[in-house]
Structure formats: structure tokens, C-alpha cells
């Protein structure tokens, strides 16, 4: 017996490897959901499933009081999005979950085939439970919710320069509770601290959702914070997207009011059962409020603090709160609009090292920290003179005399200050986080060294799920840099970009990029929330806006039913649904998608085709930032803006009918089926000649014809659609010649008609534009223009719009991992997938993982000769055909290595 075999046959590692509750990363507290889903996945060594059983097992019971266990037996298949199998959860309750793989008849000793075909005998008796996972909900009854909305009383002036509020209370119990939780929300944004040091590492708290809709509301576990006796709380509050200055062109203040307030509920647990309760309020006269040593906090324009203003012990009891300490207002405050979250938050989830630091001629210093993101600095600053200045500004970019790149900004400042009282200190800003990978730093007290900046990066917490690596290290980095963007822009919403006066919700950004996006993170819970939005907002405005949270500005004072952005209502859901198998989801969000696609109906021409209409005012944005379109204008590309807006269409009333299909829906399936099949007649009536040749002459139009399947009923359309694509990518020299709208499917549509050649070849160019020339410029993350760096290394400024971090370009990810990579869903949720990979572009292997709701897929491959080797790994509950020119092999759960001829 080899020692494989012998560990093979004692060990007893779980069965169970991972176990989520509905979409969350790791535990979830203060949620909103009463009925969770449960996930989990099976060790790759597991054997046959069936037949066999599954013991669900919750702890749970009301906060405070000993938890009773419920027992659920379930077959062990059921591990992908199990509906929650006990009665709902209650407000306050917690449920500790654990699941175990039940064990076969006792006396049966099974041999399990494993890997490179060692046998084991394995007893399943000893199968350990899983790793326990808690959720609890929070104030999911209105009426718990019994805290006010609290602010200070002084008056402020209406925008610009207002320095926030810090609030304070202190109470006192007379023994230890055995449970606490702090729930805690803001009108603009809130940080906790407990007897002097901070609640939670979550910033940003609530996040932006459309404020007049919902407001979310966080709770934290404090139990271990408080004390027998007295205890004192503090609140640091910032402006926000709440009444901070939002938006383009200078950005508009107060979108949703001009008072900061906050929403405070502490929740304690006595040993006996009893339940006690602190509440913000104006009217027991135990908070106060006082100016913040922040003295301005604007999201996009940096925070600046005046150490000078910071008091010893405001979070801590026995405070002396004499000296300007105030009493609070009440705000007017919905609780009805109050909701417990259902996706995780903003945290820290690394630091960048600094790469170099170059002491200027002016004395101050420049800072490089390798990678452009969503980050900001946390210093350790030297003790210097009291009122000491030190300011640190950000930009993404140098400019070609080493001068950071300041215009692209527009108003965003991104200026961090800080001002000394004399002490050494560590700070980091609080309400502000910035995009960029430079910055100046001046006024630093003696030298400047690299550990004295911390440089945090964040987003919001998201469980990374897909990984790819190639032979080819520019491709890798062009990976890399979609995996950055993608992280720079989920922050509390998905943003279009993260440092420039902008950062909204643009739902086709979104909408092109959610694929990819789903390849890459478990994207479920945090665009759910977002969809949840964009609902709302759908409902208030009539139509989807082209960002969310809407925010009425400029020529944006009303928003206007355009494709594509709109499409997002079903292009996101979708993107979703093939990645969970989550019907649940789906059936939620069918109702947004299907108010798209009937709203459209309605605005088409008789031929189905959807014309522009004057009440739509500026009319579609088209293939978006094409290469071609003018500095001054990015709606102006070279393909039909109708044309493009009439194929998004075609494909989103397909998906709405296929989406109808899984909901058992039959009516609606028909009803867009039939719409699909007269828009895709008109379609092609007014926009291919009969040689086939289309009026948008463009790689846009080629691309999206085919990759919608608008073609799909006619063989010669298709090969004449992709031939002609073809020879458009190879007369223009292997540059790209699509936007926003093309993108996604302009590899896809050449790789499904036979023209893998010239895909690679397109994907692999350097030359401007294409995706490797961003990388050969040095980018570490995606750019929103083809060129937002020109080859002679200016940036460029033209038409006022240029950031280095838009995820939108980044769509080619999905190509990327269905191509390279080669896995692609077969059905949705990933019970059967493909493993295709396609050789090309001169890469000879790559390596592929994704973390699916049946457990981990891994697939490598590499060129040997003429043939082609694929190593994959099959997860339980999972079945994969890997195909590769003509061969084709089933492949069953388990580790798997197959040789297949490249050709023939
Ligand atoms: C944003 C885009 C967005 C576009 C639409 C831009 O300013 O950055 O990504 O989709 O506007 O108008």
C-alpha cells in the first residue's frame, strides 16, 4: 500500500467544505432576510451523492436567550440554494447554522475511486460537521425601530465648508449584558465607538442607496465592548452621498437633505432573559453634540482634520461634556423606510505597499503605491508644530513632466488634509475614499518614509470566485487590471468610476460589464441590492434611469428611456441568474425586467424596430466612446444608434421569454417570443441588404447581430455577418472599433463563426486601440476611453471625460474566461458546464478556476504537440463536457486529465 492510500484511508477531513447562507460573504448580523438560502459544497474526494443525506442543524432562538436546535434531513444534492428548511426568522433572531454529510449504513465501508485512481476505504461514520455560519436578523420590525433620527441643533450654512457633528452619549447597566448589538444608520455617513474604541471595521455606513426609498441600517456584535456600570458611545458623522456635493458638472449638495442625523439603537441582553435598549433621541437629554475635528468631508473632495479640535475620552464615560457640547434635534424620520441589509459592506481588504517616494525640489514628496484603486492613506505622522498643515493629494495618472494628473478630477479634489496638534498621531480620513495609484504629499514633518503611509484599499466585502492565468503575462495583467477596476467600482453600488465628480450608478456600465463581473466575485447579494434600487426608482420615474440612485442634474433633470442602460434590467438580473441557478432571485427580479422590455414594446415602430423618438430627448447613446466617436461627443460612433438600440432590444425581450420559461410563465415566454421574432424581421429588413451587407458597415453592428443570435435562423446572414466582421478587424489593422455597446461581443461573435484567428489576433494587438495597448501603456487598471493615455504618454483630456478606472472596456473578461479559460455554464448555476478551451494568440496554457454553488471547478490546460492536455477537477452535484475541435468527452465528478487531438 503506498502512503497515499494508507492517508487516503484514515483521514477524516469534512465532506463539507464551505457553507454560505443566502448570498452573504461569512456570518451576517443585523440582516434582513427571514428565509435564507443555503449553499454548501462538497469535498472533491466526496464520491456519489446518491441517495445519500444531508443534516441541517440551526441553533436558534431570540437574541439573549439559549438557542434550541431544529433538525432538517435533506437529500445531499439539494446543496445549491437550499430553500431555508425551518420556520422564518424571526426580528432578533439568530440562527447558528451547521450542516453534515449524513453517514452511509453504518456497516458499510465504501471504496471511493479518488483522484489518479487510488482506492480508499473510507468509513463515513466519523463525517465532521461543518464550519458553523450564524444569521441574525435585525430591526426587521417596524416596530422595533424605536431610536429618532437625531442632529445637531446650531444652524448651518447650506453647502460647502459645513463641519460635521460628533454626538455622544453615555449609559449604564447594572451587570454585564450577555449579548449586545449596536444598530446604527445615518442621514449622510456614521462611524461608532464604544467606550473609546471603534465599532466594526465597515466604512461608509449606510452606503448609498436612493435615500428616499430605503436606508439601510448596519448592526454590529458590541457584546464584548460593554461593561457593568457605566459606558459611553460617540458617533463621528460625515456628508456623504446624503448632502455631500454629488454628480458631474460640479456636482449638485444636498441631493437628500442638508442636516446630517443619526439613527442609534443599542440592544442588550441580561443573563436573564431581559432586554434593555439605548436609543438616539432629543428629548432624555443625554446626547450631545459638538463640531467634529473633521472639518470638511466630501466624498469626492477629500477630508480635512483638525487635530486641534479632537478631545481625550469623547467616546468614553466620565467625559466632561461641559465645554460646547450641545443638546441634539430630532429630524423628521420615516421608519418605514428603514431597512436591514442583505449584502455585506464596505471594508478594507488590503493595503498596497509603496512602490517609491521622490523628495521634490519643493520639499514635498511624490508617492507611488504600483496600483491605481479605490484607497486611501492611513499615516503615521510625526509630532510637529501645533497647526501644522499637512496635505496629501491624489490623482491616478503622471503627467509626462511627473506632475500628477489633476484635470481628469474635474471638481473632485481628492485632497486629504491634516492639520497637527503638536502630538504624533495615526490617522486615516473616515467619509472619503479616493481612485488613484500617485500621490503628493506636502507639508510632511522631516523625512518621508514608506512606513509611515499605510496605503488601505476598499470596496465592498465580495467573495472572490474566479481566477485565470495564462502563459502570456500582458494578458495576465490585462486580467488583473478588470479583477482592479471591478474592485475600485463596488463600492456600496456599482460606480462608473472612482475619483473623478462622478462615481454614479450608470446602469449600462453595469449592464455590458455584469458577466464578467459574475465570473470573477459572487456578485448576487451586492447587485441585488443595487436591482432592488433600480426598481424602485423605475417605479417613481417611469423608465430606468441611466444612473442609480438618480440624482436629478444638468441635462439629467429627467430620466429618459434609453437602451442598453436600460437593458441593465435585464442584462443584470440575467448575468445573475446564469451564475446562481438562484430561481428565487430571479423571480424577484423578473418584474423589473419585464417592465423594461413592455415599456420598449410600446415606443417601437409596426416593423418592431425601435425609431428614435423626439420625447426621448437627446435620443440613445449608441455604441458609446467607439474609437471614431469625437472628443465632444461619445454618442457620435460610427454605427447606427438605432440599430444598436433595436439589437439590445431583440436580445433583452429573448432573455425576458427565457427568464419566463424557468418561471413557469408560459404566457409571457410566447408573448416575447413573438415580439423577438417581428423586431428581429424588422431588424434585418431595414439594417442588412440582401447581399448581407449591413447599413452600419461596423464591427459593432456584425458583432452584435451574431452574438444576440439575430441570425441564427439564417445560415448565410450569419457566415456573410461573420466573414465580413472578419475582414473589417483585419482591414483595420487588429484595432477595435466598438464602445461600450460592441464590446462585450465583438471576440465572442468571431469566435462563434469560425474566425478564432482573427479574435486573438485582435485581442492580442498593442496598438491603440485595443485592450493590450492600455496594458503596454502601463495600466494597471481598465480605462474609460480606448486611449485615456496617448501613445506619447499625455493624458487625454479632450472632451473633459477621461478616467483610468471604468470597468466597462473590462467586458472582454467574459470572453476571456469562456474562451481562454474555456468554462461556460451550460445550463444556469453551473450543475452542467463546458470545458472548451481555445488555443490561440500564441498562449499555450492557462488555468482556470471558478468557485461555483457546487464547489470549485479547476481547470488547466496546455499544448503538447498536436494535442491538447486538459487536468480538470468536476465538483460533486456537477457534469462537464470538455470539447476541444471534434473531440468531445463526458466528464463525471472528480479529477480528470484528457488528451485531445487539436485538430480533426
Ligand atoms: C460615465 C459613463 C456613462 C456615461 C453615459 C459617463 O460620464 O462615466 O460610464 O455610462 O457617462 O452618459
Known amino acids: 500500500m503506498s502512503a497515499s492510500t494508507i492517508s487516503a484511508a484514515t483521514h477524516s477531513a469534512p465532506h463539507i467544505t464551505g457553507l454560505t447562507i443566502e448570498h452573504f460573504t461569512g456570518d451576517a448580523i443585523g440582516v434582513g432576510v427571514a428565509e435564507p438560502h443555503l449553499t454548501w459544497t462538497y469535498a472533491p474526494d466526496v464520491g456519489s451523492l446518491d441517495g445519500r443525506t444531508v443534516t441541517v442543524r440551526a441553533l436558534r432562538g431570540p437574541l439573549g436567550i439559549a438557542p434550541a436546535e431544529e433538525i432538517a434531513h435533506v437529500p445531499a444534492t439539494s446543496n445549491a440554494m437550499l430553500a431555508w428548511p425551518f420556520r422564518p426568522l424571526g426580528p432578533l433572531e439568530q440562527a447558528r447554522i451547521s450542516v453534515r454529510l449524513d453517514p452511509q449504513d453504518a456497516n458499510e465501508s465504501r471504496p471511493t475511486t479518488l483522484g489518479q485512481g487510488i482506492v480508499a476505504a473510507r468509513a463515513c461514520m466519523d463525517d465532521p460537521w461543518s464550519e458553523e455560519r450564524v444569521i441574525e436578523q435585525g430591526l426587521t420590525d417596524v416596530g422595533l425601530r424605536v431610536a429618532d433620527m437625531i442632529g445637531p441643533a446650531w444652524p448651518e450654512p447650506w453647502s460647502d465648508y459645513r463641519q460635521p457633528a460628533r454626538i455622544r452619549t453615555e449609559c449604564a447597566f447594572a451587570e454585564r449584558p450577555v449579548a449586545a448589538r449596536l444598530y446604527c444608520s445615518a442621514y449622510g455617513l456614521v462611524e461608532a465607538e464604544i467606550n473609546g474604541r471603534r465599532v466594526g471595521e465597515d466604512i461608509l455606513t449606510p452606503g448609498w442607496t436612493s435615500y428616499q426609498h430605503r436606508l439601510q441600517c448596519r448592526a454590529w456584535d458590541v457584546t464584548d465592548m460593554l461593561r457593568e456600570g457605566s459606558n459611553a458611545m460617540g458617533f463621528w458623522l460625515g456628508d456623504g452621498w446624503y448632502r455631500g456635493r454629488l454628480g458631474f458638472q460640479g456636482g449638485k449638495p ?11 439603537q443599542l440592544v442588550v441582553f441580561y443573563a436573564d432573559g431581559r432586554m434593555d435598549m439605548v436609543v438616539s433621541n432629543s428629548y432624555d437629554l443625554k446626547w450631545k453634540a459638538k463640531r467634529s475635528p473633521i472639518v470638511i468631508s466630501g466624498l469626492y473632495e477629500g477630508e480635512c482634520y483638525d487635530a486641534r479640535l479632537d478631545e481625550d475620552g469623547w467616546s468614553e464615560p466620565g467625559f466632561d461634556d461641559s465645554d460646547g457640547w450641545e443638546r441634539v434635534t430630532e429630524l423628521d424620520f420615516d421608519p418605514l423606510t428603514m431597512q436591514a441589509p442583505a449584502f455585506d459592506p464596505v471594508r478594507c481588504s488590503g493595503e498596497n505597499p509603496v512602490r517609491s517616494i521622490t523628495k521634490l525640489g519643493d520639499g514635498s514628496y511624490m508617492v507611488d503605491v504600483g496600483q491605481n484603486c479605490s484607497q486611501r492613506f492611513a499615516l503615521d505622522i510625526p509630532a510637529t508644530q501645533i497647526g501644522h498643515e499637512i496635505s496629501i493629494q491624489h490623482a491616478e495618472v503622471l503627467n509626462p513632466d511627473g506632475t500628477l494628473a489633476l484635470e481628469p478630477l474635474r471638481r473632485a479634489e481628492q485632497r486629504d488634509v491634516y492639520i497637527s496638534d503638536g502630538h504624533a498621531a495615526h490617522w486615516e480620513p473616515r467619509f472619503t475614499i479616493h481612485g488613484f495609484r500617485y500621490a503628493r504629499v506636502d507639508g510632511w514633518p522631516g523625512e518621508l518614509t514608506a512606513d509611515m503611509l499605510h496605503c488601505r484599499v476598499y470596496g465592498s466585502v465580495m467573495r472572490r470566485t474566479g481566477w485565470l492565468e495564462t502563459s502570456d503575462e500582458m494578458v495576465n495583467r490585462l486580467h488583473d487590471n ?7 467600482n463596488f463600492v456600496s453600488i456599482p460606480t462608473d468610476c472612482p475619483q473623478r465628480d462622478e462615481r454614479l450608478g450608470w446602469t449600462g456600465d453595469i449592464a455590458v460589464f455584469a458577466p464578467t463581473a459574475a465570473f470573477l466575485f459572487d456578485t448576487a447579494a451586492f447587485l441585488s441590492n443595487w436591482l432592488e434600487d433600480v426598481e424602485y426608482e423605475t417605479r417613481e420615474f417611469g423608465t430606468v434611469p441611466l444612473y442609480v440612485p438618480f440624482i436629478p442634474l444638468m441635462a439629467n433633470r429627467t430620466p429618459e428611456c434609453l437602451a442598453i442602460w436600460g437593458d441593465s434590467a435585464v442584462l443584470v438580473p440575467w448575468a445573475l441568474y446564469q451564475e446562481s441557478g438562484d430561481t428565487a432571485l430571479l423571480a424577484r427580479q423578473y418584474p423589473l425586467a419585464r417592465a423594461w422590455v413592455e415599456q420598449v414594446i410600446g415606443k417601437l415602430s409596426d416593423d418592431g424596430v425601435w425609431d428614435y423618438d423626439p420625447a426621448d430627448g437627446r435620443g440613445q447613446l449608441g455604441d458609446w466612446l467607439d474609437p471614431t466617436a469625437p472628443a465632444e461627443d461619445p454618442t457620435r460612433a460610427m454605427t447606427d444608434r438605432d440599430l444598436v438600440a433595436t439589437a439590445y432590444l431583440i436580445n433583452s425581450l429573448r432573455l425576458v421569454a427565457r427568464m419566463a420559461d424557468d418561471l413557469g410563465k408560459a404566457e409571457d415566454s410566447a408573448r416575447y417570443t413573438t415580439y423577438a421574432e417581428r423586431s428581429t424581421k424588422g431588424y434585418i429588413a431595414r439594417y442588412v441588404t440582401p447581399d448581407g451587407v449591413m447599413t452600419s458597415d461596423t464591427q459593432c453592428a456584425y458583432a452584435l447581430s451574431i452574438a444576440f443570435g439575430i441570425f441564427d435562423g439564417d445560415n448565410r446572414l450569419k457566415a456573410i455577418a461573420g466573414d465580413r466582421l472578419a475582414e473589417l478587424v483585419r ?40 485592450w493590450l495597448y492600455q496594458v503596454a501603456m502601463g495600466a494597471t487598471t481598465t480605462w474609460e476611453r480606448w486611449d485615456s493615455m496617448l501613445p506619447d504618454g499625455s493624458v487625454n483630456t479632450v472632451g473633459n471625460m477621461t478616467s483610468f478606472n471604468h470597468y466597462s472596456l473590462g467586458s472582454v473578461g467574459a470572453w476571456m474566461h469562456r474562451t481562454i479559460g474555456g468554462l461556460n455554464p451550460v445550463e444556469p448555476g453551473w450543475r452542467r458546464f463546458e470545458i472548451a478551451p481555445v488555443p490561440g494568440g500564441g498562449i499555450d496554457r492557462a488555468h482556470i478556476t471558478h468557485d461555483t454553488p457546487h464547489g470549485r471547478i479547476d481547470v488547466a490546460w496546455r499544448l503538447d504537440g498536436e494535442s491538447i492536455i486538459v487536468d480538470a477537477t468536476v465538483p460533486e452535484g456537477t457534469l462537464a463536457t470538455v470539447r476541444v475541435g471534434d473531440g468531445e468527452e463526458l466528464l463525471d465528478p472528480g479529477n480528470h486529465s484528457v488528451r485531445l487531438p487539436l485538430h480533426g
Open 254 to 264: 444636498n441631493v437628500y437633505g442638508d442636516r446630517l442625523g443619526l439613527f442609534a
Open 482 to 488: 478588470i479583477v482592479w477596476s471591478m474592485r475600485s
Open 731 to 770: 482591414e483595420g489593422g487588429y484595432h477595435v472599433g466598438t464602445g461600450f455597446a460592441g464590446t462585450p461581443h465583438v471576440l465572442p461573435a468571431l469566435s462563434e463563426t469560425g474566425h478564432s484567428d482573427v479574435a486573438f489576433k485582435l485581442f492580442m494587438s498593442r496598438e491603440n486601440p485595443s
